[in-house]
């Protein structure tokens, strides 16, 4: 055993890697084996490998570096993943509650310190601070079980938020107590500071993210570009005195709607984080902990017992009075006081701000004994927050699916089953992109991606350069976890091919590139795609994009008269309002009133976040002045008609021409909807042609007619 000894605690750089890994890897297997939150056993293990432990490991600067990032991190993540739509709607709410969580806790343990303990008014306010404060440790737990958007989730992200600032608001004002230099000017200095941080990161980053995410789309580099914004966002942060945290937290929101929640960037974000940098964090937290303070005396195990019992009682009130207030249910404010009630890194750089203040020569504010409090109250809170946490998560989880069994029949008769149609290597990933957007993650299937090549004497080049753009393809949806089923098809004649396909796959809809071309006929739409939407009744989507889709800042969406009356009316719009939905961007239906009415009372019931708008357009003739609306970032959207069916119209005849001459360079979309019945092409009577030609003699000779009238 003394041999054994010699040889901690470990230094080397390698062998601290590797026990941190060890603890990351086993750490949720153990937990997991007693039905704890894995969150617990990294805080755990870092007790244990510590000084204040088996000395194992020190503490050393890789620790600050990763523990820094990883409450970066949580914070950044946790203003990713709001629901901004859902902040603006219940922003009084957020305030309430901010003030709530931050003010009784401050004001419990203040008379607590003062009354029963006998500390002083000042340490007594600076222990006020630290529980007003907290961390959200137990964010982790949120992210596994998908409630990130969940309204008491988003109201205690908010709240903390808001009290941090308070209560660093409130540290400085300490500070400065102690400081003959500051005054009235100091807090006019600091508020002027604080107004230009904002405006600087509100005016830079949406330009910078725009800027950056249109013209690279290298994995590696967009990851990267994101981690400067955060990083860059704290120290700016710190640079005029609050802690980096909120920077992190505000670069979060502002990002927010250029990262959608099921893109491929945000599943690196959040695989980074969750596999290296929070548990980085947790750990260190844990060797901070000294257990052993406890066994000082009954005076240390009273004070850390007043700390921790009074500070997340004031939580507690804070987060079920609120929910009464907001009348949401017991889960809610489970929730909300499991979220709020942890402290970790903001309680230990107050108490070191503490450390550093002198109330006399030679007199520091903050003892040993305050310290050791705090660092007990730390561990305490931690595991009250996850276990509370927890189980909040799994009520709210069961609660939601109790009060969905309707939708819940309703998604199992969907039949979803997206197929994309790849030939071009340059659109193939934005195709990939759309479709993620546009899929229902709660049904939880996969894609299909079909390429298919002329079998003709090139036909193996052409196979194998299929291969290889579907192999691409499918390590992009793996990035997304989304299953991709893929396919290179022989065929004389591409549409048949496609077609075949479909059924093969049970395929419910086709998204495909549209063509490009540079003079305006009957075949616009491509060689074979008017075949395709002619033989198959099910949606067919064309798209073209001048710029990533998460860079877009409204779409636009063309309706014709009649459009509800269609059967794939639904189909097309359930699509739409995902797509505006993931993308957080704004959509603006222009239409005849009867088919908005009913586009608003779908989009209200089922999509009550999306930004909708919706504009009377009397006349399909007025397509030609909305092209002035339309601007780079924006997605311009036609729902078309196949002929014969209740919504097509003569005007739709002139769709090519417009489109070409007035929304060229343009962010496209055209979808042709579902319709009854199932075309028959392989069948070929007397009494039904096996095609027919979009444009007919009639058509020409109508076409002859009105050239020489003009000639």
């Given at each position: 055993?003394?041999?054994?000894?010699?040889?901690?605690?470990?230094?080397?750089?390698?062998?601290?890697?590797?026990?941190?890994?060890?603890?990351?890897?086993?750490?949720?297997?153990?937990?997991?084996?007693?039905?704890?939150?894995?969150?617990?056993?990294?805080?755990?293990?870092?007790?244990?490998?510590?000084?204040?432990?088996?000395?194992?490991?020190?503490?050393?600067?890789?620790?600050?570096?990763?523990?820094?990032?990883?409450?970066?991190?949580?914070?950044?993540?946790?203003?990713?993943?709001?629901?901004?739509?859902?902040?603006?709607?219940?922003?009084?709410?957020?305030?309430?509650?901010?003030?709530?969580?931050?003010?009784?806790?401050?004001?419990?343990?203040?008379?607590?310190?003062?009354?029963?303990?006998?500390?002083?008014?000042?340490?007594s306010f600076l222990l006020g601070c630290i529980m007003a404060s907290n961390t959200l440790i137990a964010y982790p737990i949120i992210s596994r079980y998908g409630l990130q958007r969940d309204s008491s989730v988003m109201l205690s992200v908010g709240s903390s938020m808001l009290s941090l600032f308070l209560a660093l608001l409130m540290l400085a004002a300490l500070s400065a107590a102690y400081d003959e230099d500051t005054g009235i000017l100091f807090w006019l200095l600091f508020l002027l500071k604080f107004a230009a941080f904002l405006a600087l990161l509100v005016w830079s980053i949406p330009r910078v993210a725009r800027y950056f995410l249109r013209r690279y789309s290298d994995a590696v580099m967009q990851y990267i570009f994101v981690?400067?914004?955060?990083?860059?966002?704290?120290?700016?942060?710190?640079?005029?005195?609050?802690?980096?945290?909120?920077?992190?937290?505000?670069?979060?929101?502002?990002?927010?709607?250029?990262?959608?929640?099921?893109?491929?960037?945000?599943?690196?974000?959040?695989?980074?984080?969750?596999?290296?940098?929070?548990?980085?964090?947790?750990?260190?937290?844990?060797?901070?902990?000294?257990?052993?303070?406890?066994?000082?005396?009954?005076?240390?195990?009273?004070?850390?017992?007043?700390?921790?019992?009074?500070?997340?009682?004031?939580?507690?009130?804070?987060?079920?009075?609120?929910?009464?207030?907001?009348?949401?249910?017991?889960?809610?404010?489970?929730?909300?006081?499991?979220?709020?009630?942890?402290?970790?890194?903001?309680?230990?750089?107050?108490?070191?701000?503490?450390?550093?203040?002198?109330?006399?020569?030679?007199?520091?504010?903050?003892?040993?004994?305050?310290?050791?409090?705090?660092?007990?109250?730390?561990?305490?809170?931690?595991?009250?927050?996850?276990?509370?946490?927890?189980?909040?998560?799994?009520?709210?989880?069961?609660?939601?699916?109790?009060?969905?069994?309707?939708?819940?029949?309703?998604?199992?008769?969907?039949?979803?089953?997206?197929?994309?149609?790849?030939?071009?290597?340059?659109?193939?990933?934005?195709?990939?992109?759309?479709?993620?957007?546009?899929?229902?993650?709660?049904?939880?299937?996969?894609?299909?991606?079909?390429?298919?090549?002329?079998?003709?004497?090139?036909?193996?080049?052409?196979?194998?350069?299929?291969?290889?753009?579907?192999?691409?393809?499918?390590?992009?949806?793996?990035?997304?976890?989304?299953?991709?089923?893929?396919?290179?098809?022989?065929?004389?004649?591409?549409?048949?091919?496609?077609?075949?396909?479909?059924?093969?796959?049970?395929?419910?809809?086709?998204?495909?590139?549209?063509?490009?071309?540079?003079?305006?006929?009957?075949?616009?739409?491509?060689?074979?795609?008017?075949?395709?939407?002619?033989?198959?009744?099910?949606?067919?989507?064309?798209?073209?994009?001048?710029?990533?889709?998460?860079?877009?800042?409204?779409?636009?969406?063309?309706?014709?008269?009649?459009?509800?009356?269609?059967?794939?009316?639904?189909?097309?719009?359930?699509?739409?309002?995902?797509?505006?939905?993931?993308?957080?961007?704004?959509i603006q239906f222009h239409g005849r009133n009867e088919s908005l009415a009913l586009i608003r009372q779908y989009v209200n019931n089922h999509h009550s976040s999306v930004r909708a708008e919706y504009t009377y357009m009397a006349h399909w003739n007025e397509l030609p002045k909305l092209a002035a609306t339309i601007q780079d970032d924006h997605m311009f959207v036609v729902i078309n008609a196949r002929k014969g069916t209740i919504s097509y119209k003569s005007a739709l005849e002139r769709l090519p021409n417009e489109l070409q001459q007035h929304f060229s360079g343009k962010n496209l979309m055209i979808i042709f909807p579902d319709q009854y019945g199932e075309a028959k092409e392989e069948s070929m009577t007397f009494t039904a042609a096996?095609?027919?030609?979009?444009?007919?003699?009639?058509?020409?000779?109508?076409?002859?007619?009105?050239?020489?009238?003009?000639?």
């Open positions: 055993m003394l041999i054994l000894t010699s040889y901690f605690p470990i230094t080397s750089p390698t062998l601290i890697f590797f026990v941190v890994l060890l603890i990351i890897l086993f750490a949720p297997i153990i937990m997991g084996k007693l039905r704890i939150p894995h969150i617990i056993g990294m805080v755990l293990a870092g007790m244990v490998i510590g000084e204040h432990g088996l000395d194992i490991l020190v503490r050393d600067s890789s620790f600050e570096l990763f523990g820094k990032v990883g409450l970066l991190y949580i914070m950044f993540l946790a203003g990713l993943e709001m629901d901004l739509e859902s902040v603006k709607k219940n922003s009084r709410n957020f305030l309430i509650f901010g003030l709530f969580t931050c003010l009784i806790p401050f004001l419990l343990t203040y008379l607590m310190s003062r009354l029963m303990i006998g500390y002083g008014h000042t340490a981690l400067s914004v955060m990083f860059l966002s704290a120290a700016l942060s710190e640079a005029i005195g609050v802690e980096g945290i909120v920077g992190a937290f505000l670069s979060g929101l502002i990002l927010n709607r250029y990262i959608p929640h099921v893109s491929s960037l945000m599943n690196r974000i959040e695989f980074i984080g969750n596999a290296l940098f929070i548990p980085y964090f947790l750990i260190g937290v844990g060797m901070l902990i000294n257990v052993r303070s406890l066994f000082d005396g009954w005076h240390m195990l009273w004070i850390v017992t007043l700390i921790a019992i009074f500070g997340t009682f004031g939580k507690a009130v804070a987060a079920y009075l609120s929910s009464l207030l907001f009348h949401l249910p017991k889960r809610a404010g489970n929730m909300m006081f499991g979220l709020t009630c942890a402290h970790a890194a903001g309680a230990i750089a107050m108490v070191m701000v503490g450390m550093h203040l002198q109330v006399s020569p030679g007199v520091y504010l903050v003892n040993d004994e305050i310290l050791n409090g705090v660092v007990i109250m730390i561990l305490i809170t931690c595991i009250i927050s996850t276990l509370v946490t927890q189980h909040a998560s799994e009520q709210i989880i069961l609660a939601n699916r109790e009060h969905s069994v309707d939708s819940f029949h309703l998604s199992a008769a969907d039949d979803e089953k997206i197929m994309l149609c790849v030939k071009y290597p340059e659109i193939a990933p934005q195709l990939l992109e759309l479709a993620i957007m546009v899929r229902n993650e709660k049904l939880n299937r996969g894609l299909v991606a079909l390429n298919v090549v002329y079998d003709d004497h090139q036909e193996a080049t052409h196979r194998e350069q299929g291969l290889q753009l579907l192999e691409r393809l499918a390590q992009r949806a793996v990035a997304n976890d989304i299953r991709l089923e893929t396919q290179v098809r022989l065929a004389t004649n591409i549409a048949n091919g496609i077609k075949h396909a479909f059924r093969e796959f049970g395929a419910s809809e086709i998204i495909m590139g549209m063509h490009v071309h540079t003079d305006v006929n009957a075949k616009f739409w491509g060689e074979f795609i008017q075949s395709l939407y002619n033989g198959l009744n099910r949606q067919i989507v064309l798209t073209r994009f001048v710029q990533p889709l998460n860079t877009l800042r409204r779409i636009q969406v063309v309706v014709p008269s009649r459009a509800e009356y269609e059967p794939g009316f639904h189909r097309w719009l359930e699509r739409l309002s995902r797509m505006a939905s993931n993308l957080d961007c704004r096996q095609h027919q030609e979009e444009s007919s003699v009639y058509d020409a000779i109508a076409g002859w007619i009105n050239r020489k009238r003009k000639s």
